[in-house]
């Protein structure tokens, strides 16, 4: 934006007020964001300390499928198979202590089981099915419902 803004002031684009507008939201965005990263690590720490959330450890068994998934599954960003592995790896681990009910929230759709039309993604949907995970694209885990009966269909 900054090389914009230089750009359309030398051409006649961009005036003088708009030149110091532009810098000054991008001066407090910036300032914005470093003040928030230098809070991350409080934050992370603050929310693995809260009620009902449970820090994961990444482990070999995690990382070896996530090494097998990123190349079974075409299409996902790059931090993509490390999660799904951990999903699935805990969920089949939670399904074999005996735990039926297994959602996970996928807000940004690279590991939906369904692409952006609404249709099947049939090898997600096929990982999601064998660990007894329901997909749910927001917080409250009711959208999509899943179906009556889902998750005591697969016994460990």
Same mark, same amino acid.
């Given at each position: 934006?900054?090389?914009?803004?230089?750009?359309? %002031?030398?051409?006649?684009? +961009?005036?003088?007020?708009?030149?110091?507008? +532009?810098?000054?939201?991008?001066?407090?965005?910036?300032?914005? +964001?470093?003040?928030? %990263?230098?809070?991350?690590?409080?934050?992370?720490?603050?929310?693995?300390?809260?009620?009902?959330?449970?820090?994961?450890?990444?482990?070999? $068994?995690?990382?070896?499928?996530?090494?097998?998934?990123?190349?079974?599954?075409?299409?996902?960003?790059?931090?993509?198979?490390?999660?799904?592995?951990?999903?699935? +790896?805990?969920?089949?681990?939670?399904?074999?202590?005996?735990?039926?009910?297994?959602?996970?929230?996928?807000?940004?759709?690279?590991?939906?089981?369904?692409?952006?039309?609404?249709?099947?993604?049939?090898?997600?949907?096929?990982?999601?099915?064998?660990?007894?995970?329901?997909?749910?694209?927001?917080?409250?885990? $009711?959208?999509?419902?899943?179906? $009556?009966?889902?998750?005591?269909?697969?016994?460990?």
């Amino acid at each position: 934006m900054r090389k914009y803004v230089q750009w359309g %002031l030398a051409d006649g684009r +961009v005036t003088q007020e708009e030149d110091a507008t +532009v810098r000054r939201i991008l001066d407090q965005m910036e300032n914005a +964001v470093r003040t928030d %990263l230098a809070r991350i690590d409080e934050s992370i720490r603050n929310l693995a300390g809260s009620t009902g959330v449970e820090v994961v450890p990444y482990d070999d $068994e995690m990382m070896r499928r996530a090494f097998d998934l990123g190349f079974s599954i075409p299409d996902v960003g790059p931090h993509d198979p490390a999660i799904l592995a951990t999903v699935l +790896v805990r969920a089949e681990r939670l399904l074999a202590n005996g735990t039926r009910d297994l959602y996970f929230c996928e807000l940004d759709g690279d590991l939906q089981p369904w692409d952006k039309n609404g249709n099947p993604r049939t090898r997600l949907t096929e990982l999601y099915d064998s660990a007894n995970v329901w997909v749910c694209n927001d917080y409250l885990l $009711e959208n999509p419902p899943a179906p $009556e009966g889902w998750h005591n269909r697969k016994r460990a």
